[in-house]
Structures are given as C-alpha cells and as structure tokens.
C-alpha cells in the first residue's frame, strides 16, 4: 500500500504569535465567581482570597491536573448517564452549585491522584462527603454518591481504580443552617476586607496558590467539617461500581467513520473488527483514557466559547462518513498535545508530526480551506510560555488532498485486511495494541 506524503502538500507554515498570546491570556485569566457557590462554602480562606486577587492564577502546571478532573468528569458522565442529568444547575438560599450527575440522588464525581483510604472516607477526604451534602440538602435528598476515581500511579495499590462510596444524611435542617453561615461569614468578610474570621485554609504549608496573601499563619479560626460530621453512614458501594463498570464498558460508539479514521485506517479497521466480536477495552484503559484527555478541554473551551461567531463546527459528510470539523476564527482548526519534551523546528513539523498534517488536510479539503491552523500544546515542555504554539498552515493541491481523504474513506470501508490499508506512522507501531495482528511487531 503506498504511502501519502502530506509533507509534499503543506507550501507554508507561520507562527502567530498574537492569536497565540490571546490563547495563552485566556487560559490564565480567570473571572472571580459573582455568586456565592458550594465550593467557596468548602474553603472559605480561598474563596475571599480569589475574589480578592484575581490576578492570582495556579501555573499552568497545576491547571492540568484540575483540567484533567474536569474533562474525566465529562466523559466519565456521558457514559454511565445521560445528558438531561448530567452537570444539573441547583440553587437555594442564594448558594449556587452544579451536581455532577443527578438523576435519582447526587452523585459527586472526584478523580484523585494519591490513593484513597478505604476504610475512613470522613477522615481522609471530609470535602467530598462536605460537597455531596450541600448538594443533598438543595434538592432535599437524604442520600447520594461519591465517585472516586483514582489515577494509577507507583503509590497505588488498589485493584480497581474507581471507587463509589454511599453516604446517607439524616439531618438536611442542619446542613443547610451550616452552608447559610459560612455563607454569612463569607460575605462579611467581604464586605469587611477582613478575612480573619474565616477558618485556616487546609491548604497551609501546602504550596497555596494565595500563600503570599493570606493571613492563615496568624489566624485563630480553626479548620472543621462540622457538615460531614452531619454524615450517619458511610460505606463502599461494590454492587454501584460494578453497574457503572458494566455501563461504561457497553458504550457503543457509532457505526459511522470519523476523520480520525481515515488518518488511521489501520487503527479504525482492528477497532471495527474488536466490536463486532463483541471485545471490550480493558475498563482501567478505558477509565485512563478519559482522565489523559480532559486537561486539552479547558483549551477547546476558549476555542470554542470566545467571541460570538468566533467558532463554528461545520458537518461534513461522505457516506459512510460524518463528522465535524472545527472552525475557528474562519480556519480549520485541530489542538494536539504532543507528549515532547522540546519543541520542534517548524520546518521539521510536517515530518515530526504528518498525523496532525494529514488531520488538518483533510479537515481542510473537506471543508474547501486552503489555510488551516494547528495548535500544539506541549504538556512536558516546562516553561510556560513555551507550552503552546500556534502555526497556520497554508497547503497546495486540495483537490488531491481530498482525493487522498475519499480514497481511504472507499479502502476502509471494502477492506477485509488491514495490509489493503495505508498504514500508520511508524512511531504507533511499539505502543499499539494491533501490531502482532497488523504484522508491524
């Protein structure tokens, strides 16, 4: 099968630096909340500092791990759930809060990186009994769920990397009698600019963000949780994460190709063959898979939700293909996050990286863009502004790119072996769990 040179393709590349800058001011910008919500009411000390300080903003470093939660969340939610009861606004006594999953009861997703201590949930991680009971006392609901997934690491030795705890509430009055005063405390504190009645922040000697700002050396409020002290019973729920397992692992995707697809064709072939003799990924792959993507989706927000009319995705189709593609500021746009620890050359992108080259290609001969823009986000590159770069992309010759894109769209759907198929770049082979079937090992 002969390969396609999309480096032949490409006739420029430039760097932009402005839309890179904005991206970049986007990301560490964040606007202080206007509402009092469940998580100022978890850590009143930060709460007041960020509204404070907003000019205070975690490195970036740091934003990944929590992107990484948020993007699991997503995933993790759409498929053990559906739609109309996942993220459900709630609010009462002028406290604001956004349950993960609610359908019969608040369910609370958390991913963590250090193991969890089975045995004392209230001592180890009272927050996340604190967070569901708010919840529960908003929406009057005696009981909920705690989700714990916990990234697997050289310190872990659990068997199974999610967790689902059952917690019960008897005393919803109490709950709610505690989240209006610290909210009243909250609010004083920043009527008053004087946060010293506020509890020491359990953040202290622990690389707080607003450690050069805050007064929890000197203050005199003790840390407590008198909210999950308000918890009758907890315990490990095994038959619940048994069902989510299950759930999870019959999500079926859909039966259409994908641009991805045609970019490896290969990849998309043994995928196919998998589900149709029924095989599932592992459930830890699969649970994994979900935490690795989520940190690019803080990025994809600020592509997607800027300026109105600034972003767009445009269907396109060729039985038996569908998919979108991503406009962004009137180009093609795909962000890839490569696992370099150094940024490569420009001149040298289309041969490091022709996955990405052939990806914008074809989304830009699908859509009749002769210019498209990569975004590369490198996540082991340590310094800050070095993490992103931005390149427009100018390429030659649509008609044959798209050519190129239909070819392997008719190969893929005919194929009844992967070597009728072009195959993936060479640095796929060693990680790929096809490569004993494909005959690259």
């Known amino acids: 099968m002969s390969d396609f040179d999309i480096a032949s393709y490409v006739s420029h590349i430039e760097a932009n630096r402005s839309v890179k800058d904005a991206l970049m001011q986007s990301l560490k910008t964040r606007r202080p909340p206007y ?7 978890l850590n009143l000390k930060q709460a007041y500092f960020r509204r404070k300080y907003p000019e205070i903003v975690p490195p970036l470093e ?34 604001v809060g956004k349950i993960d999953i609610y359908e019969k009861i608040p369910v609370e997703v958390k991913t963590t990186s250090t193991p969890v201590d089975t045995r ?42 999610l967790l689902v705890y059952h ?38 000697h622990k690389q707080c963000d607003y450690s050069q700002v805050c007064d929890c050396a000197t203050t ?34 859909s039966q259409l190709f994908g641009i991805n697809d045609i970019v490896f064709p290969r990849k998309a072939y043994f995928e196919r063959l998998k589900l149709s003799e029924g095989v599932r990924e592992e459930k830890e792959e699969y649970l994994r898979s979900m935490d690795e993507r989520g940190f ?63 990806r914008l290609g074809f989304d830009c001969a699908l859509t009749e863009n002769t210019k498209g823009r990569l975004l590369l986000y490198y996540v082991r590159v340590p310094k800050e502004d070095a993490k992103l770069m931005v390149y427009d992309v100018n390429f030659r010759n649509l008609n044959a790119v798209k050519a190129e894109a239909l ?14 198929l072009p195959k993936c770049p060479s640095w796929m082979c060693s990680y790929c769990d096809y490569r004993v079937e494909c005959g690259e090992a």
């Open 120 to 161: 004392d949930l209230l001592k180890y991680r009272p927050t996340y009994i604190e967070q569901l009971g708010m919840y529960c006392a908003m929406v009057n609901a005696h009981e909920g769920e705690i989700i714990i997934y916990q990234r697997q690491g050289e310190e872990s030795s659990s068997t199974s990397p």
């Open 407 to 420: 070819r392997r769209l008719e190969l893929l759907e005919k194929a009844t072996s992967p070597l009728q």
């Open 167 to 204: 917690v019960t509430f008897p005393d919803l009055e109490a709950i709610r009698e505690e989240m209006r005063r610290r909210r009243d405390l909250l609010v004083q504190a920043l009527i008053s600019s004087d946060p010293s009645n506020l509890p020491v922040c359990p953040w202290l």
């Open 35 to 41: 509402r009092i919500s469940v998580t100022d009411l």
């Open 296 to 358: 690019l989706d803080a990025l994809r927000d600020s592509l997607r939700y800027g300026a109105p009319g600034e972003a767009q995705r445009i269907p396109v189709k060729h039985a038996p293909l569908a998919d979108l593609v991503q406009i962004w500021q009137n180009l093609p746009t795909i962000l890839r996050d490569p696992k370099f620890s150094s940024l490569v050359e420009r001149e040298r992108l289309p041969r490091a990286f022709p996955h990405y080259f052939l």
């Open 62 to 95: 740091k934003q990944q791990l929590m992107w990484a939660g948020t993007g699991f969340h997503k995933t993790f939610g759409s498929a053990v759930s559906s739609e109309e009861y996942l993220e459900q606004f709630v609010e009462a006594e002028g406290i």
């Open 220 to 253: 005199s409020v003790p840390a407590s949780y008198e909210i999950a002290e308000l918890a009758e019973e907890i315990y490990v729920d095994s038959t619940t994460c048994e069902q989510l397992l299950s759930k999870m692992a019959g999500a079926q995707p």
